[in-house]
């Protein structure tokens, strides 16, 4: 298995550009999650989506922070414009509904942004 | 909100020692879980448990889920180098499909 495919794995841009980072969940699955994880707030959720539609999104900070999945088998997190405070490290998992080992969510390697 | 207390923040112990860690909520969770994160990848799972006193081993990681569900521990035994890493234990409410994560225990191991 691929398992769950993020990219860019590092990401440098300047304050004030657009960012948008990749995500490819596990084939199968059906649910999707988009993490920032720093030093200071530890992992945190963004937004996750059931069957490609934003089920909670009340992890998002603000305005500039959007995400879309336009199918099961892809989705984008937009930062826009960015700012050196987003600087972080960006995870995507996915994990299948109704699996009977519920709860369990399979991670990416996550993209590093850096905001400078 | 929901919020998993995970101590200690972090150790840094002698190889061949054991390791415990714990979290504990004062919600109730029907899931704890137990992921590690090594440097420069996302976490991965270690241990998922599903019921009360639920007590599960994986190789010489072994993980319980509180008999309250407030809680859940997690011990490795006779550390290795490779135990290195941050561990974060993870829990789930009954309904819907989100993950609270504690803040993770930052493991260190002397040789």
């Known amino acids: 298995d691929a398992g769950v495919i993020q990219s860019p794995r590092h990401e440098v841009t300047e304050m004030g550009q657009e960012v948008t980072l990749r995500c490819k969940p596990i084939?199968?699955?059906?649910?999707l999650f988009w993490y920032r994880q720093t030093m200071m707030r530890g992992l945190e959720l963004l937004i996750y989506?059931?069957?490609?539609?934003?089920?909670?999104d009340s992890g998002m900070p603000e305005d500039r922070f959007s995400a879309k999945m336009p199918n099961a088998s892809f989705s984008t997190l937009k930062i826009q414009p960015s700012e050196p405070r987003d600087s972080a490290v960006y995870f995507c998992?996915?994990?299948?509904?109704?699996?009977?080992?519920?709860?369990?969510?399979?991670f990416g390697a996550g993209t590093r942004l850096s905001v400078l | 909100g929901q919020q998993l207390n995970q101590s200690p923040q972090s150790m840094f112990i002698q190889e061949g020692e054991d390791v415990s860690m714990n979290c504990t909520s004062s919600?109730?969770?029907?899931?704890w879980l137990w992921y590690k994160q090594d440097p420069g990848e996302g976490p991965v799972l270690l241990i998922a448990?599903?019921?009360?006193?639920e007590l599960t081993s994986n190789g010489r990681l072994t993980a319980q889920f509180g008999i309250t569900r407030k809680d859940s521990f997690l011990n490795i035994s006779a550390s290795i180098p490779s135990d290195v890493g941050i561990y974060f234990c993870?829990?789930?409410?009954?309904?819907?499909?989100?993950?609270?994560f504690g803040a993770g225990t930052i493991l260190r191991v002397k040789s």
């Open positions: 084939s199968g699955h059906d649910s």
């Open positions: 998992a996915s994990s299948l509904i109704g699996d009977p080992r519920k709860g369990i969510q399979y």
């Open positions: 448990l599903y019921k009360a006193g």
């Open positions: 919600s109730i969770f029907n899931t």
């Open positions: 993870a829990g789930q409410r009954e309904y819907g499909n989100k993950l609270v």
């Open positions: 989506f059931n069957n490609n539609v934003p089920i909670d």
